[in-house]
């Protein structure tokens, strides 16, 4: 898989078939939409790694938001145009009090100006229409709101109009829709300025490349960039089994093993790159839940690497 730092302007689509094209490669997809005028970390998976993009997708995200306060838009974000414009006196214990309302389990309803889908069609082409359709609310849960100490526009002096945030949020909150809520805790309104992903699950921004570095690279370089096809379950505990249960794990078939509960385990053969794929123990069974094909497993151990490794979190069966 490949960590990509979307543009601005592009959507996260497009930067995937872009980045697909790149690399040749005849399977590939993202773990998480970004909107177009959104930029940062796009993690895409490629081959087998897009068996366990729904992990991406599930995952707990992390913005960088700006927040133009006293401004209010028809789509809720700088692209939108202005509803009302209200004076703006907000210190930063004021603008943090806001915030912290806001962090917790929360109900939101996505915005119309977004990829979720109506009848097949995204909420998004109801509303160039001129259409609006009923949302159920959704419930998320917001981790943590951090406000950086330094801001752009926002000072401790009750005049900031511009306030940077940091978000850590479950899977599914609309930043905009969070944006529009703390103007409208504040009193003078508010909307998205600019926003950008910085984490994603276990994997972060750094170290991620744009779609200029990729281009101007030769195939060599691309290749070395790519994280190994179990990076977006990195953080799982290890089981690694010895060549007979790798075989039988492939197959699908269950093993006993004198382990607790685990809901989920990332599984690897006797070698240190032999991933396997993904599972999960009950009543002291190893149960598969996503499978890497033998072919797939063979090109993970090429060249082969004989010595067997040790993690962390490992629990050796052997």
């Known amino acids: ?3 990509l730092d979307k543009p601005m302007g592009l959507s996260s689509n497009d930067a995937l078939m872009k980045a697909k094209r790149l690399y040749r490669a ?3 997809g993202h773990t998480g939409t970004l909107d177009p005028l959104a930029t940062g970390l ?6 087998a790694a897009t068996k366990f993009s729904q992990v991406g997708l599930d995952a707990d995200k992390i913005y960088r938001a700006t927040l133009r306060l006293g401004i209010t838009t028809t789509t809720a974000d700088a692209e ?3 509803l009302e414009r209200t004076e703006v006196h907000v210190t930063r214990e004021l603008f943090e009090a806001a915030c912290n309302r806001f962090v917790g389990e929360i109900s939101q309803v996505p915005p119309m100006h977004s990829a979720l889908k109506r009848d097949g069609k995204p909420l998004y082409e109801y509303a160039r229409a001129g259409i609006e359709v009923e949302r159920e609310p959704r419930q998320v849960t917001i981790h943590r709101i951090d406000i950086p100490q330094e801001q752009h526009g926002g000072r401790d002096n009750g005049k ?3 306030w940077a945030i940091e978000v850590h949020c479950s899977k599914g909150t609309y930043i905009r829709t969070l944006a529009e809520d703390i103007g409208r805790a504040l009193g003078c309104g508010a909307h998205l300025a600019a926003l950008c992903r910085t984490g994603s699950g276990p994997l ?6 744009t779609l200029e570095s990729l281009a101007a ?3 060599a370089e691309r290749d070395a960039l790519l994280k190994d096809t179990d990076s977006l379950i990195a953080d799982w505990p290890v089981v690694r089994l010895d060549d007979e249960g790798a075989g ?5 078939v269950r093993r006993r093993l004198a382990l607790p509960n685990t809901p989920r385990v990332r599984v690897y053969g006797p070698q240190a790159k032999a991933f396997l794929g993904s599972g999960h123990i009950t009543a002291g069974e190893l149960i598969s839940t996503r499978l890497l094909s033998p072919l797939e497993v063979q090109g993970l151990l090429a060249p082969a690497e004989p010595a067997p490794i040790r993690d962390m979190n490992e629990v050796s069966t052997t």
Request: glycine letters at 16%; charged letters at 20%.
């Open 1 to 3: 898989m490949l960590l």
């Open 26 to 28: 005849e399977k590939a």
């Open 42 to 47: 796009l993690p895409l998976c490629f081959g």
């Open 80 to 82: 939108g145009e202005v």
């Open 160 to 162: 900031g109009d511009e």
């Open 204 to 209: 972060t921004l750094a170290g991620a490349q």
């Open 217 to 219: 690279m030769t195939e």
């Open 248 to 252: 039988r794990f492939l197959s699908g």
